[in-house]
């Protein structure tokens, strides 16, 4: 059984930065893909970011050059920096492994507000 946690959300001043991890448990499959989401108020989920098995990226269109993704064997990471009011949002994380496995976590709140 495939787990995901998030952590490192908060609360963080326009400009500033925050770190998002998530933790992996569980076997699954390869190839896989794992995402970053995010979802805000009244909006749907988009895409932030994603990352292969092998290291293949993706960012959503708003989100690159300020976010960044990276891997280890047990764990995801979202690395933040410029964050505007409008990344305000829950932020999944998501792992894709074949046709039939698709896990989410239950979320992580940003807030980026003065």
């Known amino acids: 059984q495939v787990q995901l946690v998030e952590s490192g959300g908060g609360l963080v001043q326009p400009g500033g930065s925050l770190r998002l991890s998530c933790a992996v448990s569980?076997?699954?499959?390869?190839?896989?893909?794992m995402g970053w989401y995010r979802q805000a108020p009244g909006k749907q989920r988009e895409l932030v970011a994603s990352?292969?098995?092998?290291?293949l990226k993706n960012y959503g269109p708003s989100m690159k050059g300020r976010f960044t993704i990276s891997r280890d064997d047990a764990n995801m990471y979202l690395q933040m920096v410029s964050l505007r009011p409008e990344d305000t949002a829950v932020y999944y994380c998501?792992?894709?492994?074949?046709?039939?496995?698709?896990?989410w976590g239950h979320g992580t709140q940003v807030t980026v507000s003065s």
């Open positions: 990352i292969t098995n092998i290291d």
């Open positions: 569980g076997s699954f499959l390869s190839p896989y893909v």
């Open positions: 998501n792992l894709i492994e074949g046709p039939a496995g698709n896990h």
